[in-house]
Structures are given as C-alpha cells and as structure tokens.
C-alpha cells in the first residue's frame, strides 16, 4: 500500500511561483509512474503533468504546458510540480497518484493522495 502526502500548497499573487512536493512511502516508488491532477471548485478533476518511472517521460496537460514543469527525485521517494507563471485559472486543489502506466486517465491510477490547495489572487 503506497501513501502519498502531498505539500508546498498556499497563496501566491498571478504571475507567481510555487513548488508542490508529494512524499511517498510504504511501496515502491521508483517502479511507479506518477501525475499530478487538480480539481477546482464545481469542476471535474484533470490531469496536469505525469511522470514514467525512471522520470525519462513527461506529460502535460495543454493548459500548463511551459509553465509547469514535473520531475521526481528516486532516492527521496518525491515527485515535485513546479508552477511558474501562475494565473488564477490554476487555483485548485492539486493531488497527486501512483500507478503501474504514465497516463493522463485518473482511473489508472491506484494511489492518491489527500491533496494541497492552491490559490492564486488576480
């Protein structure tokens, strides 16, 4: 059973910056390909970036694309999102999910976490 504990979440003005960090712990993280997803107040959940295994694939989604960057550190069992540029469209919670394949579909993934807010003032 894997856990994953995201932070780093808070309020920044538009045009800001922010580091979210997710902890993984009771499974094999360096075997697990990882995303990040966001849902926003009334929305659906979507997808914004993942990550295979060995951090050699990346994926974004069209509406962060150049502004976000993810990457993972093996040896701290971590994946980050940094988000630059950040505009209030983005305010969301961001979770993050472990799971066998990189994908942009939030059903194949099997772990997630409990979330971190993000709010960005205009």
């Known amino acids: 059973q894997v856990q994953l504990v995201e932070s780093g979440g808070g309020l920044v003005q538009a045009g800001g910056s922010l580091r979210l960090s997710c902890a993984a712990s009771g499974g094999t993280f360096s075997s697990q390909a990882m995303g990040w997803f966001r849902q926003a107040p009334g929305k659906e959940r979507e997808f914004v970036a993942a990550i295979s295994w060995s951090g050699g694939s990346t994926f974004y989604a069209d509406s962060v694309k150049g502004r976000f960057t993810i990457s993972r550190d093996n040896a701290k069992d971590t994946v980050y999102l940094q988000m630059n540029s950040l505009k209030p469209e983005d305010t969301a919670v961001y979770y993050c999910?472990?799971?066998?394949?990189?994908?942009?579909?939030?059903?194949?993934?099997?772990?997630w976490g409990q979330g971190t807010q993000v709010t960005v003032s205009s």
């Open positions: 999910a472990a799971g066998v394949i990189v994908t942009r579909r939030p059903e194949e993934y099997d772990y």
